[in-house]
């Protein structure tokens, strides 16, 4: 595998079900990102881990709860979310310091009922 | 807030047609990206600018970013088919590293 993969690509899922989106980079980034695209509104940044270190959460819900346990893997663990979540989620990497570049993630379309 | 201001939001051309996408900021930038994005999947980087007035050409793409480093353009040369998408600008800020704002996206769409 090369670039930034992410699974799954297609999510759907109850209000009341628990379920993990999981994100890997292959690139060697320090840096990973979780993108939230919805229709007709710019891509939001929802967190950003330095070094596996969250360095950025803006003002997410808290029903989205992010891990990252080793610069190459990030996860958004997803709770009693609600039918306005659902949305196209982007993981994205770079090297963090040195470089504004990033590299995303094919996404997973995900979809609450 | 820094918004990055893309223009047009929507294009419909024919295949050998030209075009100009804009992307306007009041703030200045450390660095402009462009990417493409096709339906069902990640943007794509396409060119990072970071010196004003600097032009990166990528085949029949041409980018550039204004002199006072707030504004950027692409430009695409006799539009085929395969470049229909979803065009993304995005700036970076050296105090704000890592993190980048992005335009709300310019779709194109060239009829063969």
């Known amino acids: 595998e090369t670039g930034v993969t992410q699974t799954p690509r297609h999510l759907v899922m109850g209000m009341t079900n628990k379920k993990s989106l999981k994100c890997e980079q292959h690139?060697?980034?320090?840096?990973m990102y979780w993108y939230k695209q919805s229709a007709k509104k710019p891509l939001e940044l929802m967190f950003v881990y330095s070094l596996e270190e969250r360095v950025e959460n803006n003002s997410v819900p808290s029903r989205f709860s992010p891990e990252c346990p080793n610069s190459s893997h990030l996860f958004l663990h997803l709770h009693t979310l609600q039918p306005e979540d659902s949305a196209l989620y982007l993981c994205?990497?770079?090297?963090?310091?040195?470089?504004?570049?990033?590299?995303f993630g094919p996404g997973t379309r995900l979809t609450v009922t | 807030t820094q918004l990055l201001e893309q223009s047009p939001q929507f294009l419909s051309i024919q295949e050998g047609e030209n075009l100009t996408v804009y992307c306007n900021s009041s703030?200045?930038?450390?660095?402009l990206q462009w990417y493409r994005q096709e339906p069902g999947e990640g943007p794509v980087l396409l060119v990072t600018v970071v010196t004003g007035g600097e032009v990166k050409k990528l085949k029949r793409l041409t980018f550039q970013f204004g002199d006072a480093r707030k504004d950027s353009s692409l430009h695409i040369t006799a539009a085929q088919p395969g470049d229909t998408g979803l065009y993304l600008c995005?700036?970076?800020?050296?105090?704000?590293?890592?993190?980048?704002?992005f335009g709300q996206g310019t779709t194109l769409q060239v009829k063969p």
């Open positions: 994205a990497s770079s090297y963090y310091g040195r470089s504004q570049e990033q590299y």
């Open positions: 703030s200045v930038f450390s660095s």
């Open positions: 690139l060697g980034h320090n840096a």
């Open positions: 995005a700036g970076g800020r050296s105090s704000n590293t890592g993190k980048l704002i």
